[in-house]
């Protein structure tokens, strides 16, 4: 947790920066890992109810880790008209998980973003953010098996 | 260089327009789609080509923001020859290189061609797209590199800041914003002089301004576009209003998802402060200011203003009860003023070109220009800028080129969440404040989402309620279950499970969730739902009584089959149906077998003879 401790460090021990400090414990570690919480708490001196309360109410913030890949599917209005919707259903499908949820190899995790301002491109999908514009389920499959397939084989057969 | 005077800053702003005016400069559009297109790989082939030519010096090649029409990205301006390329690859480099730079030839085939005369326009202006639009927050877009604070000030930027810490009082700046007529571009509307006023006139030993930069509606993105595109105008305009109010600390609060703009903002803050436009005794006035940013962790109530506050001082972003308004106690208890970027952005245009002129752009009421982001079933999507009172017929019809055919435009989303929809038989109203709050909608930040007859109306308002319960802080009971409780409602009715009297309820509801919820979310969650009802009750009525979706959206309704005479026997859809559900051989017309049928749609999807049909 020496990472913590720096990007505490970066901001000060102060109430006011608590979330900033979660957004860059989110951004190394892909969520918030139990022990980081802890770690803010005791040094920023607030209960950890209150981080807890944060972390559960703002969207960018992850109480379970992510996969490999990340892959959410904007539902902005926009992409709700092109078919968004159909993506995740198309997701949910492929991959036998929910939105929120990881694969069960940890390779995959989906999850869903209200609007990322880039509505002239729906239905967008970013994975491992790169936009992919006017997606559609069939490309979707496509680009999966093509991530599938990039894995080092050392890593599948383990 | 720490610019002191007006004088040095005009003569800077004197000598780098010098430098630059007569060499050729390419403008590659660096917004968020045509990034997603590939304009970074455009950018990058400019320039390796360039330096194999040894015209690295010779020729400028600048990212900008967004030029707007995203629809056709990568957007590709060239000067002094003034060409507007679209589509470009970076494969045609090489050709724009060699032909447009050299020797001013245009390529056709890179210009933008107008679907219905098939006429090609060489210049932007001549594109009908930009033709009938005001572009006045946005002039500078496409124009300067963000990054770099010397293109804005060749252009004249800070030197209405200049004249403001120079020349005028802060009654005599409050003033000319109040002349102006400028309302909050967030999407209430109050007078910007007004709120400048209030603040002024509170006490407290120190004052804040804040940017809201939140952009919390989905479907619009201008805000991103400025911040992207032309952060120093929003700067400028914060440095002045806070003078204006005696603020001696401002906080841009800009969403995480927005990584570009909050990457770009830092940038121009730091070459801000190093030119001395941030810091102590700014323009050697006794006026000292700075601005830092916070980025905002995803709550689209965090639009609201108490709301906001407090995000800002770290905590779970939820409203309170007001008065007291922000500008008598606002961060940490001091007064603060709350403008929406766009907002800002008007400012230093307004003491620029003075409050008459900018008054006499608009309605009686709504002065000046408005941005709106010009999304869904429309040919042109992208971003708009427009003279207020323009009707929403000229803004969809002629600059967004209706719906593409074969469909026709239905209705029209405005206002996001807290917005409303509008039918087609509205589309002569004037866009100002008053017009859309008395149609039922609002104006909102500018989000505009065109629907089509493929679009359920009932399903719409199931979208916004469903990001409506989600989006509520839960602080207020009306607005935490009375959204839920609409939401499913809405559900019953797109799945054909509801009666009459859930209608009923919905719209008592409806009125209860608008009349006593705590903040401006609540107020306004029902609005999708009372604009569809009071304009399209028939599709509602259409669901519940014949168990029919009119648009073929909602699921539970619709069937996929196949159309016999313009099926070819492709095996196209065979294959892709995750279901195995099609059947049918070679030249022979495909059937859906409806027992395994998911209605995923990808038959629909794929099949590139419209043989696949909603029922």
Do not use: M
């Given at each position: 947790m020496r990472e913590v401790e720096a990007i505490i460090e970066r901001y000060g021990a102060e109430r006011r920066h608590v979330i900033a400090i979660l957004q860059d414990i989110q951004a190394r570690f892909h969520y918030l890992p139990r022990e980081a919480l802890l770690e803010v708490a005791a040094r920023v001196r607030i209960p950890l109810i209150d981080l807890y309360s944060i972390a559960t109410f703002y969207n960018c913030f992850s109480l379970i880790p992510r996969g490999e890949h990340v892959i959410r599917v904007c539902l902005g209005t926009a992409c709700h008209l092109k078919g968004g919707t159909r993506l995740v259903e198309a997701l949910e499908r492929e991959l036998g998980v929910r939105q929120g949820e990881m694969t069960a190899d940890g390779q995959f995790s989906f999850e869903t973003v209200r609007c990322v301002g880039a509505c002239a491109l729906a239905p967008l999908v970013l994975i491992d953010g790169r936009y992919y514009p006017k997606m559609t389920q069939r490309k979707l499959t496509q680009v999966l098996a093509r991530l599938r397939r990039a894995r080092p084989a050392a890593e599948v057969a383990r | 260089m720490k610019i002191r005077t007006l004088e040095q800053l005009r003569a800077l702003a004197e000598e780098l327009r010098a430098a630059r005016d007569h060499r050729p400069c390419v403008r590659v559009c660096g917004g968020t789609g045509c990034r997603a297109r590939g304009s970074e790989e455009v950018l990058a082939r400019f320039k390796t080509l360039l330096q194999e030519m040894g015209l690295t010096e010779a020729v400028d090649v600048k990212f900008t923001g967004?030029?707007?029409?995203?629809?056709?990205?990568p957007l590709v301006s060239l000067a002094p020859q003034e060409v507007f390329y679209q589509g470009?690859?970076?494969?045609?480099v090489r050709a724009i290189v060699t032909e447009?730079?050299?020797?001013?030839?245009?390529?056709?085939?890179?210009l933008a061609q107008d679907p219905r005369t098939g006429k090609r326009a060489r210049r932007e202006q001549e594109i009908p797209f930009y033709q009938r639009q005001h572009r006045l927050v946005l002039r500078f877009n496409g124009l300067l590199d963000p990054t770099d604070i010397r293109d804005y000030i060749a252009l004249g930027g800070y030197q209405a800041l200049g004249t403001a810490l120079t020349r005028l009082t802060p009654e005599a700046v409050i003033e000319l914003i109040e002349r102006s007529g400028l309302r909050g571009r967030g999407g209430a509307g109050f007078p910007t002089g007004k709120k400048w006023r209030m603040a002024r006139a509170a006490p407290g030993s120190r004052k804040y301004v804040i940017c809201n930069g939140d952009e919390g509606d989905p479907g619009a993105f201008m805000d991103r576009s400025v911040l992207e595109g032309n952060p120093h105008s929003v700067i400028e305009g914060m440095i002045i209003g806070a003078y204006a109010v005696g603020a001696t600390q401002g906080i841009i609060y800009v969403r995480e998802e927005y990584p570009l703009a909050v990457q770009t903002l830092e940038i121009a803050l730091a070459q801000a402060r190093d030119s001395g436009f941030l810091g102590k005794e700014i323009f050697d006035s006794p006026f000292s200011f700075d601005i830092e940013i916070v980025r905002g962790a995803g709550a689209f109530v965090a639009g609201e203003e108490t709301a906001l506050i407090a995000a800002v001082e770290g905590r779970v972003s939820e409203p309170r009860q007001r008065p007291p308004y922000p500008v008598q106690r606002g961060v940490w208890g001091y007064p603060t003023v709350i403008n929406n970027v766009e907002t800002w952005a008007n400012v230093p245009i307004i003491l620029e070109r003075g409050p008459e002129w900018f008054a006499s752009l608009g309605t009686a009421t709504s002065k000046g220009t408005k941005i709106f982001s010009l999304v869904g079933k429309v040919t042109n999507t992208g971003l708009v800028e427009i003279p207020m009172g323009m009707t929403l017929r000229e803004l969809i019809?002629?600059?967004?080129?209706?719906?593409?055919?074969p469909r026709a435009i239905k209705a029209v989303q405005i206002g996001g969440p807290s917005g409303g929809c509008l039918p087609k038989t509205l589309f002569d109203l004037p866009i100002d404040y008053e017009s859309l709050t008395e149609a039922g909608a609002m104006m909102g930040s500018g989000g505009l989402i065109v629907m089509d007859d493929r679009t359920c109306m009932v399903d719409v308002a199931r979208y916004f309620m469903d990001f409506l319960r989600d989006e509520s802080c839960g602080k207020c009971l009306p607005c935490r279950e009375g959204t839920n409780r609409m939401y499913e409602l809405l559900t019953a009715i797109c799945e054909g499970r509801a009666t009459e009297l859930d209608l009923e309820l919905l719209e008592e509801l409806a009125q209860v969730v608008k009349q006593t919820s705590l903040c401006g979310l609540g107020q306004t969650a029902p609005n999708p739902v009372l604009t569809t009802l009071r304009y399209f009750r028939p599709e509602y009525e259409a669901h519940i009584r014949e168990r029919r979706c009119p648009a073929g959206v909602c699921k539970a309704l619709i069937r996929y089959v196949i159309n016999a005479e313009r099926c070819t026997g492709c095996l196209a859809c065979l294959q892709p149906c995750p279901q195995q559900a099609i059947r049918g051989q070679l030249k022979q017309p495909h059937v859906i077998d409806q027992e395994r049928?998911?209605?995923?749609?990808i038959c629909h999807e794929v099949c590139q003879f419209g043989a696949v049909e909603i029922v």
């Open positions: - | 967004c030029h707007g029409l995203c629809e056709r990205g470009v690859e970076a494969d045609d447009t730079l050299a020797r001013g030839t245009v390529i056709d085939r890179l019809e002629e600059i967004g080129g209706g719906a593409p055919p049928c998911i209605k995923c749609g």
